[in-house]
């Protein structure tokens, strides 16, 4: 069974605050994907990484796959409150399973 | 225009009942997936359709059964609620790439 480790589970912080949120595995994924779930809704894709050692960037949100595509991380620079809510880390093993493994996921607060 | 939409947003009911949760998607997507999510934010996958055939089946108690009457839709049925069945329960659904389009969310709590 695959697993996905997040780290930290909770995260408090204040507004314009940098933070990492870490996803850890010791299997091997094709990509993996990090969601935000806000209070009462669905989680929302916010990137896919695939390549080992690959950095996105989404405006204050920068992504990292680890070079052997076992891990990843979540950096926020200048955190606001509208960043709230749950960070799901998902990874995709390939193939056609059609099956993520996700991640227990770190709640953060950004308080203003 | 609500991608992939599941009713209802909330359900409570007594132990024994039988309940039934909706999911439709108008994204042309032909997987579709149930996940329930515990008090805890695990997010564990159920089920998973593809072009209305079933392809994943996790340990789910038989109590649990999806129907998916057409590539759009995919529907829980739980037979015998108890306790331990409250959750919330997400539809989703994908294209090939595996990238997951959650619904809101139906809250079960069951008394």
């Known amino acids: 069974t695959q697993l996905l480790e997040q780290s930290p589970q909770f995260l408090s912080i204040q507004e314009g605050e940098n933070l990492t949120v870490y996803c850890n595995s010791s299997?091997?994924?094709?990509?993996l994907q990090w969601y935000r779930q806000e209070p009462g809704e669905g989680p929302v894709l916010l990137v896919t990484v695939v390549t080992g050692g690959e950095v996105k960037k989404l405006k204050r949100l920068t992504f990292q796959f680890g070079d052997a595509r076992k891990d990843s991380s979540l950096h926020i620079t200048a955190a606001q409150p509208g960043d709230t809510g749950l960070y799901l880390c998902a990874g995709d093993s390939g193939g056609s399973n059609y099956k993520l493994t996700f991640g227990k996921g770190t709640l953060l607060t950004v308080n203003p | 225009d609500t991608a992939v939409s599941q009713t209802p947003k909330y359900l409570v009911t007594q132990m024994g009942n039988d309940k039934s949760i909706k999911c439709e998607q108008n994204?042309?997507?032909?997987?579709m997936y149930w996940y329930k999510q515990d008090s805890k934010k695990f997010l564990k996958i159920m089920f998973s359709?593809?072009?209305?055939?079933?392809?994943i089946n996790e340990t789910v108690p038989n109590r649990f059964s999806p129907k998916s009457p057409d590539k759009a839709h995919l529907n829980l049925h739980i037979n015998s609620l108890e306790l331990g069945d409250s959750a919330v329960y997400f539809c989703a659904s994908s294209s090939g790439a595996n990238v997951l389009t959650f619904g809101a969310g139906s809250r079960l709590t069951v008394l």
């Open positions: 359709y593809n072009n209305k055939e079933l392809i």
């Open positions: 994204l042309g997507h032909d997987t």
């Open positions: 299997s091997v994924f094709s990509s």
